[in-house]
């Protein structure tokens, strides 16, 4: 997988180059070889940590599980937004408390529970507990679940 981003990235980046300067001069060529070539140095120098997911077709599941609550999400907000006799709605952080420990499982449950509107991740504490605000807390057991189940659980399996 490396080998192939060591290959991609420098290729992608020499062919944008040359695209976005609608030139194939020599120079042009030299200096977007020179640049691609350093830009992908640069970039792997940036990810201490390799993330080795496993299991990946737990993957599909998650995401078809994500793009589905999403949706219900905007239509929820949406409701509440726009009918103006329901301003009844009670926003409120909860504090979910987590097991996963790596740190591309959770920017990856950052990213999924930032996407759904309504909810936002706040922080992470020491303890390993996500703070999390929720536009309509109605449930907060509800919430503990749908985030521990549904999300951390594939997430775990994916890259623990």
Known sequence: MRRLYLLFLPVFLFLLWLVLNQSLSAGQIALG???ALW???????LRPLRA???RLWKAIP?????????????????????NPRRNDFSPGFIR???????????ALL????????????VELTDDHRLKLHVLDLQN??????LVQDRYERPLMEIFE
Do not use: Q
Request: some cysteine.
């Open 110 to 121: 950052a990213c999924i529970v930032t996407y759904t509107p309504g909810t936002v991740w």
């Open 140 to 145: 907060e057991d509800y919430w503990v679940r």
């Open 39 to 45: 830009f992908t140095w640069a970039a792997s120098r």
């Open 33 to 35: 070889a020179a640049l």
């Open 52 to 54: 080795r997911p496993h």
């Open 96 to 106: 979910i408390p987590l097991t996963m420990r790596d740190p591309h499982g959770l």
């Open 62 to 82: 998650l995401f078809l599980h994500v793009t589905l609550d999403i949706i219900k999400s905007n239509i929820a907000v949406a409701k509440l937004i726009l």
